[in-house]
């Protein structure tokens, strides 16, 4: 799903990294992501709509 996904954390669940570095990662991905140096892939999909809250009926 890399078309949709900016960063893959299940490097972390398979051992091939630390919480703490996946972190460093995700803070450089954010700092460039704020920069303009990359664009995230919700806004290159059109998808830049924020919902704190669930839609319609919830049990």
């Known amino acids: 799903m ?3 996904i ?3 954390t299940g490097a972390i669940i398979e ?3 630390s919480i703490e570095e996946m ?3 995700i803070l450089e991905y954010c700092i460039k992501a ?3 140096e990359v664009i ?3 806004v ?3 998808q ?3 919902i704190p809250w669930k839609r319609g009926v919830s049990l």
Do not use: H, R, Y
């Open 2 to 4: 890399g078309d949709i």
């Open 6 to 8: 900016d960063i893959d």
């Open 15 to 17: 051992g091939e990294k």
């Open 23 to 25: 972190g460093a990662e």
């Open 34 to 36: 704020a920069s303009g």
């Open 40 to 42: 995230p892939k919700a």
């Open 44 to 46: 290159q999909l059109n």
């Open 48 to 50: 830049d709509d924020f």
